[in-house]
């Protein structure tokens, strides 16, 4: 069965310094693709960075990026020197296209970053 | 710019009342999505759909149901609220993948609602 898991509910981290959010995700299927959401205390949904399986390079878009590890199933998101408005919930999910048109989430991790 | 908005930021109804809380994107986009997110759970499906009059179950349909009557419009309706349908509550709507594996879903705002 398809599952996303994040094994990290909270983390603090120091403003400036680089942050690196934990995403092992679980599929048979060979073409799939994974998102990072923030979701700020207003509580809408920001889509941050897509990879598809099929990429032979990381995704990068700013201070995000992905490390893809496809051998390993880990996506974790890295953000290069972070910032106060950083402070978000992450959520990281998994798109099932030969299946359908869903996307499946992880539990999230909350991230605060101290001045 | 893409737009989904929800009709109430917040909602407060009585144990018993039927809730109707209401999803409008302007994208034309085919597939709408409900979920209810909950401290520690992260983001559950309770329901898609794929067209106008088009429904499918998700993970925890018990209690809810959907009505799509429009594309741009998709309802989810709570039959009699109960307390631990206290939530917050989002919707999305995404275009149809056609078989790729970018299917970016588009969030709106949430409705946290309050079951008292």
């Known amino acids: 069965a398809q599952k996303i898991t994040q094994t990290q509910p909270g983390m603090f981290v120091q403003e400036k310094e680089a942050v690196t959010l934990d995403c092992t995700y679980d599929?048979?299927?060979?073409?799939?693709?994974l998102f990072w959401y923030k979701q700020p205390s207003s509580g809408e949904m920001i889509f941050l960075i897509y990879?598809?399986?099929?990429?032979?390079q990381n995704a990068t878009e700013g201070r995000y990026s992905l490390n893809f590890q496809k051998a390993r199933k880990s996506a974790n998101l890295v953000i290069s020197a972070s910032q106060l408005g950083d402070s978000a919930m992450y959520f990281c999910?998994?798109?099932?296209?030969?299946?359908?048109?869903?996307?499946?989430f992880g539990k999230g991790t909350r991230l605060h970053i101290l001045p | 710019d893409v737009k989904v908005t929800q009709s109430s930021r917040y909602l407060v109804k009585r144990t018993g009342e039927k809730v109707f809380l209401e999803c409008v994107q302007d994208?034309?986009?085919?597939?709408m999505f409900w979920y209810r997110q909950d401290p520690g759970l992260g983001l559950r499906l309770i329901y898609f759909?794929?067209?106008?009059?088009?429904?499918e179950k998700g993970d925890i349909p018990e209690g809810y149901s959907v009505s799509r009557e429009k594309k741009e419009r998709f309802s989810l309706i709570l039959e009699s609220a109960s307390t631990n349908q206290t939530s917050m509550y989002l919707c999305?709507?995404?275009?149809?993948?056609?078989?790729?594996?970018?299917?970016?879903?588009?969030f709106g705002p949430g409705t946290r609602l309050t079951v008292l």
């Open positions: 999305a709507s995404s275009p149809p993948a056609g078989g790729s594996s970018y299917n970016e879903q588009f």
């Open positions: 599929t048979s299927d060979p073409s799939y693709g």
């Open positions: 990879q598809g399986s099929y990429d032979q």
């Open positions: 999910a998994m798109s099932r296209p030969n299946r359908d048109d869903k996307i499946i």
């Open positions: 994208m034309d986009h085919e597939n």
């Open positions: 759909s794929y067209d106008v009059k088009m429904k």
